[in-house]
């Protein structure tokens, strides 16, 4: 039999209600700090990472948890909300610090709109790195999320300004006030710029991930905590099945095999990601479960080699 609780293909128009969502695509999205399983050796690096002041560098296939790490961290260790800086090729370190809406203040000049005052505080907003680097009690947790994306040049400028813990903003330099409040990332709280500089006093615990697409220069590496994903053991993705679905793979003999297999299919070189395992035991323990004769097929579906679309 075809698998379709919802869609049936015939075109008829009926009323449909969706099962609840997996736990993992309720939103607004939750943190997974308490369902994150952290891989063997992972508690040393980041413990080290914390204890030395330095970030990590956390590199892995796609979907073996790298960008989950921090929000475990962030929580357990109360750092607040997790500062996000998703990298491109046109990423650049500036945006990461700051950004400024030039051609804004200049439209409201002429416009009148600012009534003859002219404030730059509205054009202006720290990105996720400047956030991080203002001065706290406490270390901001910071994700540079696909560090290997980036331009060449990006990797040695952040390590300058990861170095020094400081920045400038050259347009508060030169501004007319001595005290600007410029508005953070990620909350609508501001922060009291002085002459345009910025020094940290708790330097951010910050996580960046690599796929491994690129190789860092050693100036680079140097200055980080490394730490590689390893494969997910059988043990591993039982405990994760465990936190993210509460149900015991020990006790399904179907579920069983389909861990075991799974983590055969890593073991033995494929691409798979940790998700598409959890998308698979979701869909085949749920109460609209595909039946006996079209299980298989479903989970094949679930879980091709990503190298292959
Ligand atoms: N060790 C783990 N314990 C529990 N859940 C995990 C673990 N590793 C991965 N997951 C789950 O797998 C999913 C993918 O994780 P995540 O997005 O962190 O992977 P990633 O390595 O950042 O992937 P990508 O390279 O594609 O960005 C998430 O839903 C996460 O909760
Ligand atoms: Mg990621």
Wanted: hydrophobic share 40%; with cysteine.
């Amino acid at each position: 039999m075809t698998w379709n609780p919802y869609y049936i293909g015939d075109g008829n128009p009926r009323d449909v209600e969706l099962a609840t969502p997996p736990p993992w695509r309720t939103f607004p999205r939750r943190t997974m700090a308490k369902e994150f399983q952290p891989p063997e050796g992972l508690v040393e690096s980041v413990n080290a990472a914390l204890h030395l002041r330095r970030p990590l560098l956390v590199t892995g296939p796609a979907g073996s948890g790298k960008s989950t790490v921090i929000e475990q961290v962030a929580t357990e260790l109360k750092l607040g909300d997790v500062l996000r800086w998703h990298i491109t090729s046109r990423s650049t370190l500036t945006e990461a610090l700051y950004r400024y809406d030039a051609l804004g203040r200049i439209h409201a000049q002429r416009l009148g709109k600012s009534g003859g005052v002219d404030d730059i505080a509205p054009f202006m907003q720290l990105g996720p790195l400047g956030t991080a680097l203002l001065p706290s009690t406490q270390p901001r947790a910071l994700l540079i999320d696909e560090v290997d994306k980036s331009d060449l040049d990006l990797p040695s400028d952040l390590l300058d300004v990861l170095e020094r813990g400081e920045y400038e903003i050259p347009e508060l330099t030169r501004y007319k006030d001595d005290f600007v409040a410029i508005r953070q990332w990620g909350s609508s709280e501001r922060h009291d710029i002085e002459r345009g500089r910025v020094r940290c006093s708790q330097f951010p615990f910050i996580v960046m991930t690599s796929n491994g697409e690129r190789d860092f220069p050693a100036a680079f590496l140097r200055r980080c905590i490394r730490y590689t994903m390893p494969a997910p053991t059988v043990p591993l993705l039982r405990q994760m099945v465990m936190a993210h679905l509460n149900i015991d793979i020990e006790e399904e003999g179907l579920l069983k095999v389909l861990v075991e297999g799974f983590a055969a299919r890593v073991d033995g070189g494929e691409s798979l990601a940790i998700d598409q395992l959890l998308n698979a035991v979701h869909v085949i323990s749920g109460s609209l479960s595909p039946d006996d004769g079209r299980r298989q097929y479903v989970v094949e579906m679930l879980t091709r080699e990503l190298s292959r679309a």
